[in-house]
C-alpha cells in the first residue's frame, strides 16, 4: 500500500462522513419545520387566539430589517433560536427570550431568563403579566406594540 492510496482512503472516509453530516443537519431541518407546521394543523387557525406584535421605531441600529407584524396564534416564543416562532437576530436579544401565550381569554408574556430583560409599558418584567391591546413591549432595545 502506497501513501497516496492510504490517503486516498482516509479522504473516501472523510467525504462519507461530510456527506452524511450533511444529510443529518438537512433532515433535522425538515424535521423542525414540519414540527412548527404541525402546530397550525392540530388546532385550526380559525380556531386559536391571534394576537401580533407590531415594531415601532426604535433607538437600537438593527443589522436586519423587521416585518410589519409578528402574528401570534395561541402562543409564541420569541428570540434569536431557530427553534423560536418569532425570530429577531439581534445581539441584545437572547436565544428563547420571552414567550407570550393566550389562557382562559387573556394573554400572558413571561421572560424566559433573558439578560437584557424584557420591558412592558416600561416597567421590567419578573413574572408572568397580563397583556391588554396597545401595550408597549421592549425587548433588546426594541419596540413593540401588542395587538389583539
Not at 450533511?22 to 412548527?36: C, E, G, P, Q
Not at 397580563?130 to 406594540?145: H, K, P, R, Y
Request: aromatic share 12%; proline share 1%.
Amino acid at each position: 500500500m502506497t501513501i497516496y492510496s492510504f490517503i486516498s482512503t482516509i479522504l473516501s472516509y472523510v467525504f462519507t462522513v461530510i456527506i452524511y453530516v450533511f444529510i443529518i443537519f438537512v433532515i433535522r431541518l425538515i424535521y423542525l419545520d414540519v414540527k412548527k407546521m404541525s402546530r397550525f394543523e392540530d388546532n385550526s387557525i380559525n380556531d386559536a387566539a391571534c394576537s401580533s406584535l407590531r415594531p415601532i421605531k426604535s433607538k437600537v441600529e438593527l443589522s436586519a430589517p423587521l416585518k410589519h407584524r409578528y402574528n401570534i396564534y395561541g402562543e409564541a416564543i420569541l428570540g434569536r433560536s431557530r427553534e423560536c416562532d418569532i425570530i429577531i437576530n439581534e445581539k441584545f436579544i437572547s436565544q428563547k427570550h420571552l414567550i407570550i401565550w393566550y389562557e382562559d381569554g387573556e394573554w400572558y408574556l413571561e421572560d424566559l431568563g433573558s439578560r437584557n430583560g424584557t420591558y412592558v409599558n416600561g416597567q421590567r418584567i419578573r413574572q408572568e403579566v397580563i397583556l391588554d391591546t396597545e401595550d408597549q413591549i421592549t425587548v433588546g432595545g426594541l419596540n413593540f406594540i401588542f395587538e389583539t
